[in-house]
C-alpha cells in the first residue's frame, strides 16, 4: 500500500512538473523522428517504387508496408519514455538539488522509479495515440487486430522498457551523463528493432544486434496481431524472450540503483555534480 | 553518433523494395553509395550548424560582450567558427572513410574537376550555412534547439534519403533554396555516378550563386543582429 502511494505521489508530481512547464517544441521534437520516417516510407512506396515491394517482405511483416512502419513508429516513442524519462529520472533529480533529500526518504526506490515511469509512459501513450490517428491518414489498416495479442505485446514491451530505463537511469546518473547515452540507444534501438524493415531483411550482422532489444521481440507480437488468425500461441518464443529480457534488465537496474545509492552515500557526493 | 544511426536507418528503410540501382535525378548509383554520399555531405552541414552553439556557450560564460567589443571583422569571426567546425569535421571523415573500406565501396569518378569542384562547393556552401546558423545562434536564446529541430527536416528536403524527383511538389519548391540539396547531387553524381563538369555545370552555377547571396544574407543578418543587440543593450542577457 505505501508503495502505490509512492507511485502515485510521483507520478503525480511529474505530471505537474510537465505541465506547468509544458514545452511546445519538446513536444514537436518528440514527433520529428517518426513523422519523417512515416513521410520517407510514404514517398519511397507511392513515388519511388510504385508500390512495388519485394516479395520476402510478406513472409515476415504480418501487415502491408505502410502499417508496418506506422504501427513500428508509433510504438517506438515508448522508447523515449524509457530512455529519456525513466533513464534519467534521477539524473535531473541530482541536477535539481533534490537527491540527497530523495535518497533520505524512506521510500522503496522501485516504487519512486515505477511512479516516473508512469508519467512517461502516460505521455507516450498520448504521442502513440496520435501517431496512429496520423497513419490513419497515411492508409494504416488495422481492420484485422486481435485485440487481446495487442494489448498483451504492448504490456510486455512496456514491462521490458521499463527495465531498460532502469539501466539507463543508473549509467546516466553514474556517468552525470544528460543526453550522450540516451541519444545514443534511442539511435542504435531506433536503426536495429525492426522499426522500418522486418529484422530478417536487415544483414546478418544487424540481425544480431537487433537480438538485444527488446523492442525487435514486441514488435513482432504486436504487428502479429494484425494478421488475421494469430493468436498468443505463435508468439510464445516471442513472449519468453521478452520476459527474459525484462528479468535481467528489471534485476540489473535495480541492483545498479542500490549499489550507486551505496556508493554515494558512502562517499558523500549524493549531490556533487 | 545519430547522423550515423540516422543513416542506417535510412538505408535499411529501403530493404523492402527492389533497390539495387536508384536513379538520382537522372544519374544511376546503388544504394549504399546513393546512402554514404548523402551521409557525408549531411554530416557536414550538422557540423555546421551545431558549431553555432559556441556562442551560446560565450554568452553562457559571460564572454560574449568580450567579443564583440574585440574591434575585429565580424565576418572573419563567424567564419573562424565554421573553420573549426570543418576540422571537427574531419573526425567523421575518418570514421565514414572506414566505412567505405569496410563495405568495399568503388567509387565511379570520370571527372577528376567535377570532383574538386563539388566537395570544394560543398564546403565553401556549408560554412557559408554554418556562419548564417552563428548569426541566429547570437541572436536566439534558443539555439541549440533550433539546431536540433533543424538536423532532421534537412534530411527530408534536401534530397539526403530519396531523390528529390519523386518528393511531392511543395518539398521540391523548398529544396530549391537549400544549397545542400544541390552539393549532395553534386557529390554524389562526381563521386558515384562518373559525372563531368559539364554534365554537373548547372547544378554547379546554382549551388555557387546560392553560396553568394546567403553570405550577403549572413554579412548582413551579423550587421543587423550586432547593431541591435547593442542598441537594446541585450547582447550579454540570456
Known sequence: ?273 | MLPFGLGLTYYFIYLPFPHEILNVQGFKMPLLDFTVAGQIIYLLFVNMILIGSYFTEERFQGTLETIFLTPCNRFALLLGGSLAGLINYFWFILGLTSVVFFLDIEPKICSLSAVFLSLGLAVLSTIVMGMLFQVFFVSSRRGNMWATVFQEPVIFISGIVFPLQYAPRFIRMLAYGVPLSYSVLAFRASVFAAATVSQLSTIFILLGGLTISYSIATVYCMRSVDIKLRRDGTLQLF
Open chain 1, 1 to 273: 500500500m505505501y508503495s502505490i502511494r509512492v507511485i502515485v505521489a510521483t507520478a503525480k508530481y511529474n505530471f505537474i512538473g510537465f505541465w506547468r512547464v509544458f514545452s511546445l517544441s519538446s513536444f514537436a521534437l518528440r514527433f520529428f523522428m517518426p513523422l519523417l520516417s512515416i513521410g520517407t516510407a510514404w514517398i519511397l512506396y507511392y513515388r519511388v517504387f510504385n508500390g512495388q515491394i519485394s516479395s520476402e517482405f510478406g513472409q515476415f511483416a504480418y501487415t502491408d508496408y505502410l502499417t508496418f512502419v506506422i504501427l513500428g513508429n508509433a510504438v517506438f516513442v515508448y522508447i523515449y519514455a524509457s530512455i529519456f524519462t525513466t533513464g534519467r529520472a534521477l539524473f535531473f533529480s541530482r541536477l535539481f538539488g533534490v537527491l540527497d533529500c530523495l535518497f533520505m526518504t524512506p521510500m522503496p526506490r522501485f516504487a519512486y522509479m515505477l511512479g516516473a515511469t508512469a508519467m512517461g509512459m502516460l505521455n507516450a501513450s498520448f504521442d502513440f495515440l496520435v501517431l496512429i490517428g496520423i497513419g490513419s491518414a497515411f492508409g494504416m489498416n488495422l481492420s484485422s487486430i486481435n485485440f487481446v495479442v495487442f494489448f498483451l505485446g504492448l504490456l510486455m514491451t512496456l514491462i521490458a522498457l521499463f527495465g531498460l530505463g532502469l539501466v539507463v537511469n543508473g549509467v546516466t546518473l553514474t556517468l552525470r551523463d544528460r543526453v550522450n547515452t540516451s541519444n545514443f540507444l534511442q539511435t542504435v534501438l531506433y536503426a536495429f528493432s525492426g522499426v522500418v524493415v522486418p529484422v530478417e531483411m536487415m544483414p546478418s550482422w544487424a540481425r544480431i544486434v537487433s537480438m538485444g532489444s527488446p523492442l525487435t521481440y514486441g514488435l513482432r507480437i504486436i504487428r502479429g496481431s494484425l494478421y488475421k488468425g494469430a493468436g498468443i500461441s505463435d508468439f510464445q518464443g516471442e513472449l519468453k524472450v521478452l520476459v527474459v529480457m525484462t528479468i535481467i534488465l528489471v534485476v540489473v537496474g535495480i541492483y545498479f540503483l542500490g549499489a550507486i545509492e551505496r556508493n554515494l552515500k558512502k562517499h558523500a557526493k549524493l549531490a556533487v555534480f
